[in-house]
């Protein structure tokens, strides 16, 4: 799998010509990136090629989706966004990883806005469930987090048309999508599509946004390579405003999204941050090599786990085995589950706990489902803060979660049990007795037991 991987950035690096790239110039920059991002993503994923939709059930739904909004909100249909000539800065948190909870601490965002965000930033969520603004205990005090969910939909009732209006056989020739498929034929031409459409949609909405805001400096965000994300920052920078990406997990020279920008230049950095904040000098090193010193890249550290480390750690008796899920469902035959049920066998004394990722708790379900046909006990970790199971582990698990560099920061081993992981790792597993690439029932059992004989 790995070898595939690579072969197939190989793939994309060949691809990767002059003649080829500025195909993909468009008023919103060089849309080369959010293909690229999109067919990896794909590859690695095997997601299932979409089903195309007619128009008239996107409008349908659009309009289910908008009369939703106007009962919701009392057909109050102002998006009262507010022309604030006050607000330098906007940092944009994804609401997801804070459980659906207003409460809820988000590591990725909500240490960094209190330590460098300016007097005047306003920190701004795209979130359902909540009032247009609310407070959130973990941000500094008097902080009102601005929901942007009602602006959002009403804005894009809009653009309902939207995809229609481009059309599928006009966007596909003006970009030869086609050669794109046939190039690369795990992807369709049509996935292409919907995903110029969604970013196209994003952009027009966020350069919208950021005009009620007349005296920005800089966006703040994590995670610069999600479909919305790129739109956000391309809009930022159509307006010469600052944009700031987050390190928020793994940055490594194997990494999709960090490390194979290779044919980057300065007429087609439209879709990339300005800035990148990231944990040291190692992930400086690396960045600024792959985006051959296109942007400004500054070594903050990880105020997420300092603030832990410094206010809150336990020092208490190790009693839980921490698996971190991905956005995939474990297969019945993995190596995995086995060990887990040697674990309840041998080693019951601990807790083996399972830790939904944030943003996939629609897969939780199924992993009970699955998980409940095994022959072990097992709990799921409920903690708002991470680190507080963390801090009470005496293993981490995971394929490919960032959650490997805390758990480091902790003192704790990691077991990475993917190919792909290992990739991203490799510096860490050549380097560290604490990270270990384990892709065999045997092989766990026999780090797990030299584990416990150190402990």
Known sequence: MVKDYRNFLNRIKAFETEENIMIFNSEYGNLWPLFKLKIINYFIYEKKNLRRVSF??????????GLNLLFKTNFRLNPDLHND????????????????????FNKYMDPYFN?????????IENNENFESYYLNENLRKG??????????LIY?????????????????RKFKLDILSKNFNHIDSYDLFITYCNFAREYNFYKYLLGFYPNLEKVVLTCYYCESNLAVISAANSLNIGTVDLQHGVISSEHFAYGNWSFLRKNIFQLFPSTYYVYSNKEKDILMDSFNNLCEVKVIGNESINKWVNNNFNFSEKSIILYTLQNDIIEKNSFILKFLEYINIYYPQYVIMFRI????????????????SRKFSYQWDENDEIYETLSKSILHITATSSVVEDALRLNIPSFIIQEFGGVFYNDLIQNSDLVSLVLTKKDAKKEFIKLIENK
């Open 156 to 172: 894009n009732l809009k653009n309902i048309y939207l995809q229609n209006k481009f059309g599928f056989r006009n966007i596909s």
């Open 56 to 65: 008239i059930r996107t409008l349908f739904g659009a309009l289910f989706r």
């Open 85 to 104: 000539i006050t607000i330098n800065e906007l940092w944009l948190s994804r609401y997801k990883l804070r459980f659906e909870n207003k409460n809820s």
């Open 357 to 372: 990722h944030p943003r996939h708790k629609y897969l939780k379900n199924a992993f009970d489902i699955e998980l409940k």
């Open 143 to 152: 902080t009102l987090i601005r929901n942007i969910n009602s602006a959002y």
């Open 115 to 123: 330590k460098f965000a300016s007097e005047k930033a306003l920190i």
